[in-house]
């Protein structure tokens, strides 16, 4: 496993506009993407950006995540934590499928076939069981120019 930059951190939310509004007033962030639905996903996902550190393109972002119709796999972990929270951690990867074939190798259970996730690039899960307690997703790197589109 060739581990990359801790792309972002997964927060489930009930409401966006509510967690858009405590990033920007409370926490002071001030470039803040337009949400947008990731239907296969069944979720709304807004991105907020921390700022990049010196010399570096990316900071971490945040991933706001927000069920989508009653199916989507977020309103169980909504009924559980109804305020939202840490859903899950992302970190890139130069090579998806042979990251994957790397966890398989090991044994980690993932969550469903490799898709395009909502930077536009290749992802899969990693059980949270097999991780240490942590929802994991496993992001290859976006290529130059990619990034940002949202
Ligand atoms: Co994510």
Known sequence: MKLGRLN????ATPSI????????????ATKLHT???LEEQGVKVCFVDTPAA???????????????GENSTLASFLAKNPLGGQHHL??????IAEARSE?????????????IGAHGTPIFFVHPKDM???????????????????
């Open 103 to 115: 966890f398989e190798a090991l044994g980690k259970r993932i969550l469903g076939p490799t898709r």
């Open 54 to 68: 010196d010399g570096a393109m990316n900071g971490t972002q945040i991933e706001l995540i927000e069920p989508l």
């Open 8 to 11: 972002h951190i997964g927060v």
């Open 90 to 95: 992302c970190f890139e990867v130069p090579d």
């Open 132 to 150: 240490g307690g942590m929802l994991t997703e496993i992001m290859e790197t976006p290529k130059e120019g990619t990034h940002w589109s949202n």
């Open 17 to 28: 506009a509510d967690s858009i509004a405590f990033y920007r007033d409370v926490m002071g």
């Open 35 to 37: 949400p947008f639905d």
